[in-house]
């Protein structure tokens, strides 16, 4: 959670109108009230803002399960079960 928050308000320095945006909707849902849960569901910018600060600088870079039953990867390639596999991410900036 830590670094999520560090990279969002790191990328709302770099990007003062979706500061702008972000901090003008915080002010029209909440006023001058204390944040609380039934704001969250009202905060569609501040939403999006995460969700694609998430999708830049994801928490993780790599992901390993072992499968569990047989997973086809391609019509001709197929894992069979105890396989571990390894997911990466792509960073889209």
């Known amino acids: 959670m830590s670094s999520l928050l560090s990279y969002a308000f790191g990328a709302l320095a770099f990007y003062p109108n979706v500061q702008k945006r972000v901090f003008d909707e915080i002010q029209a849902v ?4 204390p944040f609380d849960k039934s704001h969250a569901d009202r905060l569609r910018e501040t939403e999006a803002w995460l969700l694609e600060s998430l999708r ?4 993780f870079s790599v992901l390993t399960r072992r499968l569990k039953q047989n997973w086809t990867i391609q019509d001709n390639v197929t894992l069979p079960p105890g396989v571990c596999s390894s997911h990466l991410f792509c960073l889209n900036e």
């Not at 830049?56 to 928490?59: R, T, Y």
């Open 30 to 33: 909440c006023g001058d009230e």
């Open 56 to 59: 830049v600088w994801p928490p």
